[in-house]
């Protein structure tokens, strides 16, 4: 039995191979503020914004509770304070790994432990102890087979690479020769990711007006100020696409290939003091807008064009208790109180749909349990929407929530039954958007099939599988298989739940 459902998987795997995923942008969420938010309003705040992958800087265990069963994705740091301890005792990690992932998997999904911040340049002391953290969190992780669901990497700034302009002549820093290399040599022997953070504010700030604004706020540049790369010819549209090149061909001068970047930290500070002119609204609203739309077409920089760039802004709130530059208290996208800084989606398929004259039909926010469960069981029942995508192990049963699966079955019956006379009323529990709620691996009927709005793989069973029709990129393989390597343990529990329903 085992061996068929394994089987299963293994064809699931190669369906992915000749299918792409798109990137998603998360969000970094820093505590160091003196209003925030209950955990529970904090998941509430994540769920209307439908963010999808979040990153904590440590491993808090009321947040990381409120977590569990959400269907978000989580990135868990080892504060700096942490690494030396960590890498110097083995069983001190793997005392770290049971009680900050361990325990809280499956139901918070843990993906990945980002070990430090930036330890070369905020720290280099703690250089040496850095791979030894790493291996031994690794090394924790096998012990507790769980090292297919959960990466380990580390976040580094650009300051690991004194010359990112040209990308193409860029180099770490030699000064971390030995230990960049013996990091690069972990993430390819372990399957990871290396961990940037990218900031073209900071870099366009330092240039001295080298470079126009427009280059480092995606936008549009004059014919006389086109960005290309001497050597290569490359035309750069962006800055990020910029410093995410130059760490790629820093990767590469070390003779280190197929090692995916992902950006855990990027973004914009909206307020400075008065000698930081280039902290405003408007500039951080740019950005992040720009940057969202950037990432979410789901091509690589001008090297990599196959390599999605998945992205963590920086960061949920304003942590107003932070040291510093008044900047510094002023990069998040939303007040404590959940009003947006300026406008913007964080939801990529929002952003992406804004325009797509598809509408959707999702229960109503507030209405009483009892009602979303009446309305849910006509739906299911006498409405004959198909109901299987949220039953438990399918893509739409997390979060498990009246509400999510009272809109999901809405919808069903709504995207069916508008065009013969169904309305979207269900007693004043249901109510219309144009904004596509599909999340993750859950498609809502109606949503767009192309390939940008898609934050994971589409699911592998159910109604709406015919969705995967996407160029074969080779390299775009590469980051579907890592992915798809942690996936595939964690859905197996699923799939074999889900049996009788594939029979
Ligand atoms: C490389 O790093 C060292 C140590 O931080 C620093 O002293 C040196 O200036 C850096 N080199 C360059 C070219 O920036
Ligand atoms: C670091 O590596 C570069 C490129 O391989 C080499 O030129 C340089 O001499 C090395 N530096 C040190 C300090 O090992
Ligand atoms: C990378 O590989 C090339 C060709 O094999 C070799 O010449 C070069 O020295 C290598 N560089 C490093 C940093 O190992
Ligand atoms: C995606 O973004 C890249 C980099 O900005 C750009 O070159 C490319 O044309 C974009 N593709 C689409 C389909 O918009
Ligand atoms: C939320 O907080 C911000 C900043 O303190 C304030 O400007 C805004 O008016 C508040 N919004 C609401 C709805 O309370
Ligand atoms: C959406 O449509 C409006 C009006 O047609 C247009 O001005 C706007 O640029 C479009 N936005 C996007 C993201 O395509
Ligand atoms: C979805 O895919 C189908 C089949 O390829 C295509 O005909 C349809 O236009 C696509 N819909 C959207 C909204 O992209
Ligand atoms: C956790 O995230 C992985 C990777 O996206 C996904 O495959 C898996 O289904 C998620 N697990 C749960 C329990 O949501």
């Known amino acids: 039995m085992i061996k068929v459902w394994l089987g299963a998987i293994l064809l699931f795997c190669g369906l992915f191979f000749s299918s792409t995923i798109g990137a998603f942008v998360g969000i970094n969420i820093g505590t160091d503020v003196s209003n925030l938010p209950s955990d ?17 800087f440590d491993s808090d265990a009321h947040m990381l509770s409120a977590l569990s069963n959400t269907g978000i994705e989580v990135m868990v740091g080892v504060t700096n304070e942490e690494v030396l301890g960590v890498g110097e005792s083995p069983s001190a990690a793997a005392a770290w790994i049971n009680k900050n992932v361990a325990a809280y998997l499956p139901g918070t999904n843990i993906t990945a432990i980002a070990v430090g ?9 703690a250089a040496p102890v850095l791979v030894p953290a790493m291996n031994n969190l690794y090394k924790a992780l096998v012990a507790s087979n769980l090292n297919y669901l959960v990466k380990v990497s580390t976040p580094q700034s650009m300051g ?21 290399f013996q990091i690069l040599q972990f993430l390819r022997n372990t399957n990871s990711f290396y961990m940037l953070n990218a900031y073209p504010y900071y870099e ?12 480092a706020l995606f936008q549009p ?22 410093l995410v090149d130059a760490t790629y061909n820093s990767i590469s001068a070390l003779n280190f290939s197929k090692i995916p ?5 990027t973004g914009w500070p909206w307020f400075g003091g008065a000698n930081e002119p280039y902290a405003t609204v408007k500039n951080a609203e740019a950005f992040n807008g720009n940057l969202i739309r950037r990432v979410s077409n789901d091509s690589g920089p001008p090297s990599q064009l196959d390599m999605p760039i998945n992205t963590y802004i920086y960061e949920l709130f304003n942590e107003d208790k932070r040291r ?12 404590t109180n959940s009003t947006a800084v300026y406008s913007i989606s964080l939801s990529n398929s929002e952003s992406l749909d804004a325009n797509s004259s598809t509408v959707f039909c999702i229960a109503r926010q507030g209405t009483d349990e009892d009602s979303l469960q009446s309305g849910l069981n006509w739906a299911c029942g006498p409405g004959q929407a198909n109901c299987r995508a949220i039953q438990q192990g399918q893509p739409c049963y997390l979060p498990n929530t009246w509400q999510n699966h009272a809109s999901y079955a809405y919808n069903d019956y709504y995207q069916k039954m508008h065009s013969s006379g169904g309305t979207c009323d269900f007693d004043g529990t249901a109510t219309t958007t144009t904004i596509d709620p599909s999340y993750g691996s859950c498609r809502f009927g109606g949503s767009s099939n192309s390939s940008t709005s898609r934050l994971f793989p589409p699911p592998a069973f159910g109604p709406y599988t015919k969705a995967i029709m996407h160029n074969d990129k080779s390299s775009k393989v590469i980051l579907g298989c890592f992915m798809f390597h942690w996936r595939v343990s964690y859905a197996k529990d699923e799939i074999l739940k889900s049996q009788p329903d594939q029979a």
């Open 204 to 215: 366009y700030v330092k240039s001295n007006g080298i470079f126009p604004i427009e280059y």
């Open 40 to 56: 529970t309003d904090i998941i509430g705040i994540l769920k209307t914004h439908q963010i999808s992958h979040v990153r904590l």
């Open 324 to 335: 510093g530059p008044v900047s510094e208290r002023n990069w998040g996208v939303l007040f």
């Open 117 to 125: 911040s930036e330890v070369l340049t905020s720290i280099p002391n």
């Open 261 to 265: 970047i992902v950006v855990t930290e």
């Open 221 to 242: 540049l004059s014919s006389v100020k086109q960005i290309v790369d001497p050597n290569t010819l490359f035309r750069y549209n962006s800055m990020f696409d910029a």
């Open 160 to 180: 690991v690479i004194p010359r990112p302009f040209p990308p193409s002549t860029a180099n770490f820093n030699t000064t971390w020769n030995s230990t960049i």
